[in-house]
């Protein structure tokens, strides 16, 4: 099985400021034919279901604010949140979907305000 | 708009089985593959299972041989039949909606339901 590797844990970073999290794949989820990263992001809140809100590894999903972002290549990934809002207080998991059907998530970073 | 609830979980012994359903409404239900998340309580996200638009079925290694997931299409329906219950299945277990159409298995997901404790102890 693919291993997705998060850093960090979490992280508290001030409202407005800026978000990073990264993701590490332990083989690539470049599909060569297609050029894609197999790789997406969700979001999921206290008490909630998991949200949508990357795939193809920079694709935005509909109704995603644009202040999210994503990137990387290969098996380095980053989710990127550009001016942090208080609703955005989640664990954010990274999640492979190469290696079908034996699809995996990194353990998850928590983010707060600082 | 898309809904999806999940029912069936609860408190079962060790060894017991437990059935969840996930209704679902707002979509084709029939031209989408479907599948299962577990999350342990306080821990990350876990892939269980999914079952294509045509029916084809996959399991994680974790619960192969005593889960089986079903559908029925003419019920917007999910089914997961869990067997040979043990403690490390406690869990919420939600189901999810592929991102992709018609697609043999996309492999992410865009609309989950809010998810169905099950508890396994004695």
């Known amino acids: 099985d693919i291993v997705m590797t998060q850093s960090p844990d979490s992280l508290a970073v001030s409202l407005g400021e800026r978000a990073s999290i990264n993701c590490r794949s332990s083989?690539?989820?470049?599909?060569?034919?297609?050029?894609?990263?197999?790789l997406a992001w969700y979001q999921q809140k206290p008490g909630q279901p998991p949200k949508l809100l990357i795939y193809?590894?920079?694709t935005r999903e509909s109704g995603v604010p644009d202040r999210f972002s994503g990137s990387g290549s290969g098996t380095d990934f980053t989710l990127t949140i550009s001016s942090l809002q208080a609703e955005d207080v989640a664990v954010y998991y990274c999640q492979q979907y190469f290696d079908s059907p034996q699809w995996t998530f990194g353990q998850g970073t928590k983010v707060e305000i600082k | 708009e898309v809904h999806l609830l999940e029912s069936g979980g609860g408190l079962v012994q060790p060894g017991g089985s437990q059935r969840l359903s996930c209704t679902a409404s707002?979509?084709?239900?029939?031209?989408?593959?479907m599948t299962w998340v577990r999350q342990a309580p306080g821990k990350g996200l876990e892939w269980v299972s999914s079952i294509s638009a045509s029916g084809s079925t996959y399991y994680a290694d974790s619960v192969k041989g005593r889960f089986t997931i079903s559908r029925d299409n003419s019920k917007n329906t999910l089914y997961l039949q869990m067997n040979s219950l043990r403690a490390e299945d406690t869990a919420v277990y939600y189901c999810a909606k592929d991102q992709v159409e018609m697609s043999t298995l996309a492999g992410f997901w865009d609309y989950w339901g809010q998810g169905t404790l099950v508890t396994v102890s004695s």
């Open positions: 083989q690539s989820v470049l599909y060569s034919s297609n050029n894609r990263n197999y």
């Open positions: 707002g979509f084709s239900f029939s031209t989408y593959a």
């Open positions: 193809w590894a920079s």
